[in-house]
C-alpha cells in the first residue's frame, strides 16, 4: 500500500480553477492505478476521474469531462487533479485513492479496487 496526502484544497468561485495534488509514499508509484473521488455533503462518494500506473490511460465522469484533467508524475510520485470552470455543485471532499495494479495499462474506477485513500482536501466553490 501507499500513503496519500492530498492538497490544494480551498475556496474558489464559480467559474474558476483549482489543482489538487496527491502526495504518495514508496518507490513502486508506477505499479498503482490512481484515482480521485470527491464526497458532497449528504451524498455517497463518486468517482470523478482516474489515470492507469503508466499514464496513458484516463477515464472521466460524464459530469467532469472536458472540465478536468488527470495526470501524474511517476518520477515525483504525484498524481494531480486540474479542475476548470468550477460550479457550486463540485463542492466537495476530494479523495485521492491508490489501487495496486501490476498491469501498468490497468485504469480503475470502482471504489472497492482502491485499497488506500488520503484523508480528503475539501474544495468549496461559491456563486
Known amino acids: 500500500q501507499v500513503q496519500l496526502v492530498e492538497s490544494g484544497g480551498g475556496l474558489v468561485q464559480a467559474g474558476g480553477s483549482r489543482r489538487l495534488s496527491c502526495a504518495a509514499s514508496?518507490?513502486?508509484?508506477?505499479?498503482?492505478?490512481m484515482a480521485w473521488f470527491r464526497q458532497a455533503p449528504g451524498k455517497e462518494r463518486t468517482i470523478v476521474a482516474a489515470i492507469s500506473g503508466n499514464g496513458n490511460f484516463r477515464y472521466y465522469a460524464d459530469s467532469v469531462k472536458g472540465l478536468f484533467t488527470i495526470s501524474r508524475d511517476n518520477d515525483k510520485n504525484m498524481v494531480y487533479l486540474q479542475m476548470h470552470t468550477l460550479k457550486p455543485e463540485d463542492t466537495a471532499v476530494y479523495y485521492c485513492?491508490?489501487?495496486?495494479?501490476?498491469?501498468?495499462?490497468?485504469?480503475?474506477?470502482?471504489?472497492?479496487?482502491?485499497?488506500?485513500w488520503g484523508q480528503g482536501a475539501q474544495v468549496t466553490v461559491s456563486s
Open positions: 514508496g518507490r513502486t508509484f508506477s505499479m498503482f492505478a
Open positions: 485513492a491508490a489501487c495496486y495494479s501490476p498491469n501498468s495499462s490497468g485504469t480503475y474506477y470502482r471504489e472497492s479496487d482502491f485499497g488506500s
